[in-house]
């Protein structure tokens, strides 16, 4: 059984930066598409940033530009790299994985149904 685990959230002045890490133990995800999602209290899980087996990546528009998602297949890990941080940035931070997929689907994968694995999340509070 695949396990996720993020890590790197925090707190932070605006303006900053902060990188997550996700790791996968117990399985391969050797070159799957995983990506990103971000939730807050009250509001639905929204799709932050996706990484296909082909390293083709995908941002929701509020990131473009300030955040990379990135992979290291020899270590089963993608990151995160969040510059420019911004308070509405605040939420906890989900890893999630396809367990079968290489290719990117654009109606599936920025959706939570597209994936099957989901770390257990990481805080990221950004100040003002």
């Known amino acids: 059984q695949v396990q996720l685990a993020e890590s790197g959230g925090g707190l932070v002045q605006a303006g900053t930066s902060l990188q997550l890490s996700c790791t996968a133990s117990?399985?391969?995800?050797?070159?799957?598409?995983m990506a990103w999602f971000r939730q807050v209290p009250g509001k639905e899980r929204e799709f932050v940033a996706g990484?296909?087996?082909?390293?083709?990546?995908y941002y929701v528009d509020s990131v473009k530009g300030r955040f990379t998602i990135s992979r290291d297949n020899a270590k089963n890990t993608i990151f995160l790299q969040m510059n420019s941080l911004k308070p509405e940035d605040t939420a906890i931070y989900y890893c999630a994985a396809d367990g079968t997929r290489y290719y990117w689907r654009s109606s599936l994968h920025d959706r939570m149904d597209g994936y099957e694995y989901w770390g257990q999340g990481t805080q990221v509070t950004v100040s003002s």
């Open positions: 990484i296909s087996g082909n390293d083709n990546t």
């Open positions: 117990g399985g391969t995800l050797f070159r799957n598409v």
